[in-house]
């Protein structure tokens, strides 16, 4: 089969075949793109919302992820195939999840009465992204891969979100310490 057989669409199905690999089909790839587009500028939009931006080059890297994410994805929607797209839908991010919650639950301060409510509503937004990722959306068959990159979207955008309530428990932790001259470890 030659390249210019690639291009071919089939209509009833949501992949272009070439060497028994199933590509996306245009019409797909152009929704995908929109997607990943609008995801692009929600995230954006969530960082300025919750005031993010810090002059902490970690905090950056955290709040890079997901557009770096999305636009390797979105790059590279033209060459992924059905294989790809069933191996990247394994994860499991209940463990991690349950990690924060693990924190949440010993979370033991020097410091009781600080303000702890930046670290909470990153969590709570956390959570609220992966639990509407878990939500089944019915449809048919062909579009069943736009609804698995708006959950990679969400999943991308949580995980990025916990990552950083992490950091920032960890950096609230080692100041707090530092300021009332106690000897913490973590």
Known sequence: MNWANLEKHN??????????CKFYQNKIIKYLEAIYLIGLILWFLLIILLGLMQPDIIVWIFLFLPPTIYLINLINLSCCTSDVEKEMFKGNLLSFGFLITIILLN???????????????????AFILLMVSLIDIWIPIKYQSIVKH???????????LLALALYLYYQFYQT???IHNLQCGL
């Open 107 to 125: 979370w033991k301060t020097p410091l009781e009465g600080q303000d702890k409510s930046k670290f909470f509503r990153l969590i709570v937004i």
């Open 11 to 20: 209509k009833v199905n949501t992949y272009r075949k070439y060497d028994n």
């Open 150 to 160: 708006i959950k990679t979207i969400l999943h991308t955008a949580s995980l990025s």
């Open 176 to 178: 707090s310490c530092k």
